[in-house]
């Protein structure tokens, strides 16, 4: 934690707010962390996977996604149109990350049922 914000740094300097500003709301993590376990995604595979988000949701997301290269939209001129997502290298490295907030979410929510 020393190296990500130092004296006299504004916050929004930080590769936290960074990081953040990427997978902040609350589709974003959902729609990485699904590719990452399930692999390639079509557009209505994902929305299905992720119901009740919307359509305009979903889009606004995915475009926000790709602009941040963490995710690759294929698509292949075929008819009807045929779009897949997946996990860029961008996208791939933040998975351990993700990973780890899922195990101390577990461990956590179990110490929370506990009490």
Known sequence: ??????????????????TMSLISGKYKLPILYSLAFYGTFRYNELKRF??????KTLTS???????YKLIIRKEYQEIP??????????GKSLMPILDQLC???EKNKQESLKK
């Open 61 to 67: 997301n995915l475009k926000e996604l790709e602009e």
């Open 1 to 18: 934690m020393k190296d990500c914000i130092k004296p006299n740094m504004n916050f929004e300097e930080t590769g936290f707010a960074y």
């Open 103 to 105: 195990v101390w979410g």
């Open 81 to 90: 149109p045929k779009v897949e997502y997946f996990l860029s290298d961008k």
């Open 50 to 55: 992720l119901d009740p988000i919307s359509f």
